[in-house]
C-alpha cells in the first residue's frame, strides 16, 4: 500500500498510530506545528490527532486538500470531561467535512483509549467517500485492529457519543483505560 500519512499532533494517539504504521512499513511524517503545509501538501492523507479545539488551526494551515483523506481522531470533550462540546445534529467529525468539503474525511480511532490501539481492539470508522473508507479501513488493519463500518459521515455524531461514553466509564466510573468496544454478532 503506498499511502504517504502525514500526522497532526504527536501526542497519544498520533505516536501510537505512528509506532503501529510504521512497523507495518508505512510512510508515515509527524507535522509538528510547523510542517503543516509541506507535509500535508506531499501526503495522502492527513490525520488529525490534535485536541478538537486545534482541529480548524490545523486546517487552515494545510493548503489545498482536494482529494485527500482526512483521518479525524478528535473528541470535542469539555473540560472536565463533563460531556461534549458540539452535540445533536452535528458532530466535530462534520464540522471537519464542512471547514475541509473537498477532502474525505473519516472519523476514526477517537472510541477508545490511546493504549487500547492495536491488535484485537474494533476500529469503528464513518465517511462519505466509500474509496476513502476502504483506505482508512486498510489503516485500521494494519494497525492490528478489526475494521468496522460505522455509515457516512454523519454518524460521527454516534461515534463521538460512544467515545464519551467510553471516556466516562473509564474515568467518572473507575473502569479504568484497558478496556474497548467490540461488536459481537450473535452466533
Ligand atoms: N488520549 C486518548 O486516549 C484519545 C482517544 C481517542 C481520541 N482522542 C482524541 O485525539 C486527539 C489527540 O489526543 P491525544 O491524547 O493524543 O492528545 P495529546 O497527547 O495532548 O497530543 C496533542 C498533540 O496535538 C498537538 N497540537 C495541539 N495544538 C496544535 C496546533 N494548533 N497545531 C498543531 N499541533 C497541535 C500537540 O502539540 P504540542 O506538544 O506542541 O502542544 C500534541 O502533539 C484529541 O482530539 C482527543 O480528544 C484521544
Same mark, same amino acid.
Given at each position: 500500500m503506498s499511502m504517504k500519512i502525514a500526522i497532526a499532533g504527536s501526542g497519544n494517539i498520533g505516536k501510537t498510530l505512528a509506532r503501529h504504521w510504521q512497523a507495518a512499513g508505512l510512510d508515515v511524517q509527524f507535522t509538528g506545528r510547523d510542517r503543516i503545509l509541506e507535509l500535508a501538501s506531499a501526503s495522502d492523507v492527513l490525520v488529525l490527532s490534535v485536541p478538537w479545539e486545534a482541529a480548524a488551526d490545523v486546517l487552515s494551515k494545510a493548503g489545498d486538500l482536494t482529494g485527500k483523506i482526512i483521518i479525524d481522531c478528535t473528541n470535542p470533550v469539555l473540560p472536565a470531561l463533563e460531556g461534549l462540546s458540539v452535540t445533536g445534529h452535528d458532530s466535530a467529525g462534520e464540522q471537519i467535512q464542512r471547514l475541509a468539503p473537498n477532502a474525505h474525511v473519516v472519523k476514526c480511532?477517537?472510541?477508545? !483509549?490511546?493504549?487500547?490501539? !492495536?491488535? !484485537?481492539a474494533d476500529g469503528f470508522y464513518c465517511g462519505d467517500d466509500a474509496e476513502a473508507k476502504q483506505k482508512v479501513a486498510t489503516l485500521v488493519a494494519a494497525a492490528g485492529m478489526r475494521p468496522i463500518d460505522a455509515g457516512p459521515i454523519r454518524n460521527a455524531r454516534y461515534l463521538e457519543a460512544m467515545a464519551m461514553l467510553w471516556i466516562d466509564l473509564a474515568i467518572k466510573r473507575g473502569r479504568g483505560a484497558t478496556f474497548t468496544f467490540r461488536l459481537q454478532d450473535a452466533s
Open positions: 480511532f477517537n472510541t477508545l !483509549g490511546w493504549a487500547m490501539i !492495536g491488535p !484485537g
